[in-house]
């Protein structure tokens, strides 16, 4: 019964920045670790980032190391992708979700990298 809320995408051109909001809302038993996804046009939906429960434990996808950051709120139910230094093929609709994905998809936030 869990669903996700993206939002903070848009048209940037290379070299800009966003950030990314994700709120969860329903019921989550468990709190473990929570992950943005990606999936660009044509491709399959990868990992770009994740982080504990606690913010503890902190991984990201070889392409995106450096230039994004991903973060959790106060709130368990929030986490956030700083995206600096974006590049177009940063280009895809983000998700986020728990890793393992255990939960349905959400609609997802477009980021368009593109002059």
């Known amino acids: 019964q869990v669903q996700f809320v993206e939002s903070g995408g848009g048209l940037v051109q290379p070299g800009g920045s966003l950030r990314l909001s994700c709120a969860a809302s329903g019921s989550i038993f468990s709190i473990g670790t929570m992950a943005w996804y990606r999936q660009a046009p044509g491709k399959q939906r990868e990992l770009v980032a994740a982080i504990s429960s606690g913010g503890g434990r902190i991984d990201y996808a070889d392409s995106v190391k450096v230039r994004f950051t991903i973060s959790r709120g106060n709130a368990k139910n929030t986490v956030y992708l700083k995206m600096n230094s974006l590049k177009p093929d940063d280009t895809a609709v983000y998700y986020c979700?728990?890793?393992?994905?255990?939960?349905?998809w959400g609609q997802g936030t477009q980021v368009t990298v593109s002059s």
């Open positions: 979700n728990t890793l393992p994905s255990y939960y349905s």
